[in-house]
């Protein structure tokens, strides 16, 4: 994990194909060099979210998304319903004063029950879910729980729904960031899925530097951004805002001819 901010840096160099363009035919285009290299950013940013976990925008990476969480939060805390299986197969007498215990509400006997059983989940507390539990067992590359044991069982299934739909809700924070940072250059944000923009609070930002070399740097404040995140999903996303920035750029000037050679043709008529 990096000790600071992630950054990147879109500029236009004189050398490239973009701004030999700009320069051949300034009054057709009619973009200022400062304006291009805000769109490359912008484009930039959203491609860095679009390569942020989970990958894409469509409405399957959400549910992949939201699915993760779902099997993480699950593999942290147990229902009493699983404890009871476990127990059921080794000590069913214990299981049966462990189960009739849930049933009556009377959490603490469950808890000694479960505790003088010979179940591998023996030393498990059992009570209200603990969300503490949830972010210490997040110790996985992406941030994940790699847990073979869950930390708790917990005594009512409906707050681990509740708790599993509340976190849910942040599916898509990370790539929040880079659409932050991309809202914070200025110009409208294309391309981007209302689950990634609703993250208003997410820690993305940009600085924008004016002038003969105009530039944009977009910071990423988000400390775990490098765990949903590839070096191959970077590379990507630079290459890809690049070739739209050329295809927009060479676009416009075919139209241009078009209407130019139209009007010429209409004249000669």
Do not use: C
Not at 35 to 47: C, D, I, N, P, T
């Amino acid at each position: 994990m990096s000790d600071g901010p992630i950054r990147f840096t879109a500029k236009m160099k004189g050398g490239s194909d973009v701004v030999r363009l700009l320069r051949r035919y300034p009054q057709k285009v009619g973009r200022t060099l400062e304006s291009l290299v805000k769109q490359e950013a912008r484009g930039l940013a959203v491609e860095l979210a679009r390569n942020t976990r989970p990958f894409g925008f469509s409405d399957k990476a959400k549910k992949r998304g939201e699915g993760a969480v779902a099997g993480d939060i699950n593999r942290v805390f147990a229902l009493p319903s699983d404890a009871y299986e476990k127990m059921r197969l080794l000590d069913p007498g214990t299981a049966d004063r462990f189960w009739a215990n849930i049933q009556n509400r009377r959490f603490a006997k469950a808890g000694q029950s479960l505790k003088s059983s010979n179940s591998p989940w023996k030393s498990l507390p059992v009570g209200r879910l603990d969300p503490k539990l949830h972010q210490q067992s997040r110790t996985g590359r992406n941030g994940n729980v790699k847990r073979k044991v869950p930390a708790q069982i917990v005594t009512s299934p409906k707050a681990r729904d509740s708790y599993i739909a509340r976190i849910q809700k942040r599916v898509g924070f990370a790539k929040g960031t880079w659409i932050n940072a991309a809202k914070a250059i200025g110009g409208r944000v294309r391309g981007a899925a209302q689950w990634v923009t609703r993250h208003k609070q997410a820690p993305g930002t940009a600085t924008v530097t004016t002038g003969v070399n105009p530039s944009v740097t977009l910071v990423n404040n988000l400390d775990y951004i490098e765990q949903v995140t590839t070096a191959k999903g970077i590379e990507l996303a630079l290459q890809v805002a690049a070739g739209r920035l050329r295809k927009a750029l060479a676009t416009s000037l075919q139209k241009i001819a078009e209407k130019t050679n139209n009007a010429l043709r209409r004249r000669a008529s």
